[in-house]
């Protein structure tokens, strides 16, 4: 006889499940799928998520039992163990296996939104230094060119960070400067007009 730890109730020996109040009389529900074992009262596996209220039904086979099976091996990050890479989780430690990589949907639309403002930056620069030198005849345009050389700096540090897909407010707050540049024949312009619709075309891959 087996009782019951939740009614007391006293079943037969094999009994899986409780007579009185249905729970499982301590025995672990091994998945269907997976093979992997599972508490009495799960319903889910921890494992591959398959649903174990359907383990009474007889499962088309395990991977492993199918012919010509050839598992992919993946690395456990937390415990270091090897698991079929069709599991959702390691085995031995339950880390989870779905992690999401960023690096997974980057495309070089980044790397070209950074290229057109670094090359808005030097051009702005080039401006600026340009303006300076005009200073003995109108002394204005050396603020202009001072201006230029500081939207030029804040261009290229943009340029680094569409590099490393970070810090997309900056990216956006550049590029709408490297827009209202003056630069040589406002060139700097249209770059900037393009970084912005490239950044925004790839906002989901800056952090």
Not at 23 to 51: F, T, V, W, Y
Not at 84 to 106: F, M
Not at 139 to 157: D, K, N, P, Q, T
């Amino acid at each position: 006889m087996g009782k019951c730890i939740y009614c007391g109730k006293e079943n037969e020996f094999n009994a899986e499940r409780c007579v009185k109040c249905g729970r499982h009389l301590g025995r672990d529900r091994e998945c269907p799928k997976c093979g992997i074992k599972n508490s009495q009262e799960a319903k889910i596996c921890r494992i591959c998520g398959a649903n174990l209220d359907g383990m009474n039904s007889i499962p088309e086979g395990r991977p492993t039992e199918r012919p010509g099976y050839r598992p992919r091996v993946s690395t456990c990050k937390k415990c270091g163990r090897t698991y079929d890479s069709n599991l959702i989780a390691c085995p031995v430690c339950d880390a989870s296996a779905i992690v999401y990589d960023r690096t997974a949907s980057r495309s070089s639309i980044p790397l070209a939104a950074g290229t057109l403002l670094a090359i808005a930056g030097f051009l702005n620069i080039f401006n600026g230094l340009v303006l300076g030198m005009l200073m003995e005849y109108f002394e204005a345009f050396a603020y202009c060119g001072l201006i230029e050389i500081l939207f030029g700096a804040v261009a290229l540090f943009a340029w680094v960070f569409c590099m490393r897909r970070a810090h997309r407010a900056f990216v956006v707050v550049a590029c709408i400067i490297t827009i209202i540049s003056i630069g040589p024949f406002f060139l700097s312009t249209l770059l900037g007009i393009l970084a912005l619709i490239l950044v925004l075309v790839s906002w989901k891959e800056f952090g």
